[in-house]
């Protein structure tokens, strides 16, 4: 059974970093493509970032190009979000996922009903 763990979140100041980590168990999931989400309160869960199972393809969401950066350490397979020039409506949690229908391929998937598994997330609050 396929088990994400994030963590990395916390509390920051507007304008500062964080860096997050999705760690992997039960499966090998270097094949696959995988993604971040997020979810503040009162709001649907929207796309931050994609990559495809190389790494060599990479997808963001428009409001977080040029600051965030994701990335993945197959031989650990872990995935990572870097977080840089936070803003305060970026509060919220953060969850990890992966789509097991995208094995091998060149792209990855922007919509969150393609990821099969999630992590419990991890809180991201930024003050202002």
């Known amino acids: 059974q396929v088990q994400l763990v994030e963590s990395g979140g916390g509390l920051v100041q507007a304008g500062g970093s964080l860096r997050l980590s999705c760690a992997a168990s039960?499966?090998?999931?270097?094949?696959?493509?995988m993604g971040w989400f997020r979810q503040a309160p009162g709001k649907e869960r929207e796309f931050v970032a994609a990559i495809n199972w190389t790494g060599i393809r990479t997808y963001y969401a428009d409001s977080v190009k040029g600051r965030f950066t994701i990335s993945r350490d197959n031989a650990r397979n872990t995935l990572y979000l870097q977080m840089n020039s936070l803003k305060p409506e970026e509060t919220a949690i953060y969850y990890c996922a992966v789509d097991f229908t995208a094995k091998y391929t060149a792209s990855a998937s922007t919509y969150h009903g393609r990821y099969d598994y999630w992590g419990q997330g991890t809180q991201v609050t930024v003050s202002s």
């Open positions: 039960g499966r090998t999931l270097s094949d696959y493509a």
